[in-house]
């Protein structure tokens, strides 16, 4: 089993910054893409910015330029940059981890539990 923990959520004023973690425990031996995913409520879980093994990331318009996902294979750590903030980035933030355990097994995903980001004056 994979866990996944968020962290760095919070409130912040409109052009504010805060930075995101996720970090994973449990049977990992090999991880391909990791992503963050927000949703507000009454709307679909919708992809912030995803980070491929060995490629390159992706972004949705809404914050590209504004946010930054790196990534720590060392330490199986997914971060977020997020910075001129905006109120309509306020949403709870997921991430999201594809996942081997073991050799021959397939890539699964999972998801952490969120991490609440409001921003508001």
């Known amino acids: 089993q994979v866990q996944l923990v968020e962290s760095g959520g919070g409130s912040v004023q409109p052009g504010g910054s805060l930075r995101l973690s996720c970090a994973a425990s449990?049977?990992?031996?090999?991880?391909?893409?990791m992503g963050w995913y927000r949703q507000v409520p009454g709307k679909e879980r919708e992809l912030v910015a995803t980070?491929?093994?060995?490629?390159?990331?992706h972004y949705a318009d809404s914050v590209k330029g504004r946010f930054t996902i790196s990534r720590d294979n060392a330490e199986k750590t997914l971060y977020l940059q997020m910075n001129s903030l905006k109120p309509e980035d306020t949403a709870v933030y997921y991430c999201n981890y594809w996942v081997r355990s073991s050799y021959g097994r397939p890539f699964s995903d999972y998801w952490g539990q969120g991490t609440q980001v409001a921003v508001s004056s």
């Open positions: 449990g049977s990992i031996l090999s991880i391909s893409v």
């Open positions: 980070s491929p093994a060995g490629g390159s990331a």
